[in-house]
Nanobody
Framework: QVQLQESGPGLVKPSQTLSLTCTVSGGSITTGYYYWSWIRQPPGKGLEWMGAIAYSGSTYYSPSLKSRLSISRDTSKNQFTLQLSSLTPEDTAVYYC?????????????RGQGTQVTVSS
């Protein structure tokens, strides 16, 4: 059974860079034609697809975040990572990592429990 677990800081300061890691267990991130994505939900708002990295290593980003977002992976650890720069309080959200057979979705069939990130000085 594949499981995803997000990890990272819960509090970051404005202008800093957020780094979150998703650790995948029970299956490899390089097989199965899956896309491994990051999704977030700001307080009181809907889910937002941020970007994804494919089983092949190709990356895809939301146009609104592309200038600040980078997604990478460490296949030896079966992890993929989000880096979001130039943070503002508007980046405060619950961040989820997810797996799906399509690049862009806010309703993946498999996702982690989510991690709260607050951007505040």
């Amino acid at each position: 059974q594949v499981q995803l677990q997000e990890s990272g800081p819960g509090l970051v300061k404005p202008s800093q860079t957020l780094s979150l890691t998703c650790t995948v267990s029970g299956g490899s991130i390089t097989t199965g034609y899956y896309y491994w994505s990051w999704i977030r939900q700001p307080p009181g708002k809907g889910l937002e697809w941020m970007g994804a990295i494919a089983y092949s290593g190709s990356t895809y980003y939301s146009p609104s975040l592309k200038s600040r977002l980078s997604i990478s992976r460490d296949t030896s650890k079966n992890q993929f990572t989000l880096q979001l720069s130039s943070l503002t309080p508007e980046d405060t959200a619950v961040y989820y990592c997810a797996r799906e057979l399509v690049v862009k979705t806010t309703t993946p069939r498999l996702r982690g429990q989510g991690t709260q990130v607050t951007v505040s000085s």
